[in-house]
């Protein structure tokens, strides 16, 4: 049903495009971030203990070319924990690892339309994980990741998400742990999806491998590097490694484009024109296929828990470089052939 297509591998289907030049890039970031650096609409996620001690007024964002030009500002090189970032990343992995139709089949990629930790969505729908961007679906692809232990699940994890990273990820102890203490409705997420058979390993197990998933301390320089890498057909365009295929990207990107910014996606789309995904630390990643990513830090979010002012610079960046999938100017014809005519709606 899901079968792959002969020309699935070629690169004649990949966007193109380019970023304007790094001048106008870093121009038009360190406006951004002038606009909206001293905005205090949200506030800080504070269901996690640890992750309410954030500096509200920590903002920062970098720009990755698929080409490797980076231009950051402010705080780019604060180090947060990843959270739902995530999720993009480990989904293309397990694509990689199983094939993009075993967790099609497996998980899902549909919208749910309700909060990323909605346990009404797995009764009202018959898949129950939809898609691997909420937490069900994410928890669901984690305990898909090769590896009979639980240490061996992380350890490919880890592996696969520094490659997108370029560099080797840590774990902040302190953000694992309050996670730990205090992430009963994830458990009970695994444990429900297990009693409907759609987790692939132990749901204690699982809930933890995706506990320090969570955990994984980056930075918005890192994410626009890993968002770039997407953009990039799975090449990281900082260290030239090849992070996962060039196929699964446009799928990962797919499902970012629907269900990126959980309930807000439709909005997002239709706003901003690119694939994002949001973390309750306040990290997001905007990736412009063929031509970068936009990776921001800013704790406080909106009620759907995604960073405001995060949001507010893609918008501005992504009107300004010309990012916007959806956007296109009209070709004409200056001297159509003779005998026709051109209808104007």
Not at 200 to 229: I, K, N, W
Not at 304 to 321: D, F, M
Request: charged share 20%; aromatic share 6%; hydrophobic share 40%.
């Amino acid at each position: 049903m899901h079968e792959s297509l002969p020309f699935e591998d070629s690169l004649a289907s990949i966007s193109t495009g380019d970023l304007p030049s790094l001048l106008e890039v870093e121009q038009h970031l360190h406006e951004a971030y002038g606009h909206y650096r001293y905005d205090d609409d949200g506030a800080v996620a504070d269901y996690i203990p640890a992750l309410a001690q954030a500096d509200p007024s920590l903002f920062g964002a970098s720009i990755v070319g698929a080409a490797g030009n980076v231009a950051d500002v402010g705080d780019a090189a604060h180090p947060f924990s990843i959270q739902s970032v995530s999720k993009p990343f480990v989904f293309a992995l397990v694509c990689d690892a199983l094939g993009h139709e075993q967790v099609l089949d497996k998980v899902g990629v549909n919208g749910t339309g309700l909060p990323f930790n909605s346990v009404m969505a797995i009764e009202l729908n018959q898949d129950r994980t939809m898609n691997p961007m909420v937490n069900a679906g994410a928890i669901a692809t984690t305990s898909l990741i090769p590896g009979r232990s639980g240490e061996e699940k992380w350890e490919f994890l880890v592996d696969g998400l520094s490659r997108f990273a370029g560099r080797r990820l840590e774990v902040d102890d302190a953000v694992y742990a309050s996670e730990t203490a205090t992430n009963l409705r994830n458990q009970g997420i695994a444990h429900l999806l297990d009693g409907y058979g759609r987790l692939y390993f132990d749901p204690d197990e699982a809930t933890d491998v995706y506990t320090r998933q969570c955990s994984l301390l980056v930075t918005a320089h890192d994410l626009a590097v890993m968002g770039a890498t997407l953009a990039d057909g799975g090449i990281n365009p900082i260290t030239g490694e090849q992070a996962i295929e060039p196929r699964h990207c446009k799928r990962v990107l797919a499902v970012l484009a629907t269900a990126g910014l959980y309930e807000r996606s439709g909005e997002w789309l239709y706003e901003i024109g690119i694939p994002g995904k949001s973390g309750v630390s306040g990290g997001m990643v905007a990736i412009a296929p063929g031509k970068g990513a936009i990776g921001t830090f800013s704790p406080p979010l909106d009620d759907a828990g995604n960073s405001v002012r995060g949001q507010r610079l893609v918008k501005y960046l992504s009107e300004r470089l010309g990012l916007n999938m959806f956007a296109s100017k009209p070709i004409g014809l200056a001297s159509p052939p003779a005998g026709t005519a051109r209808r104007l709606a």
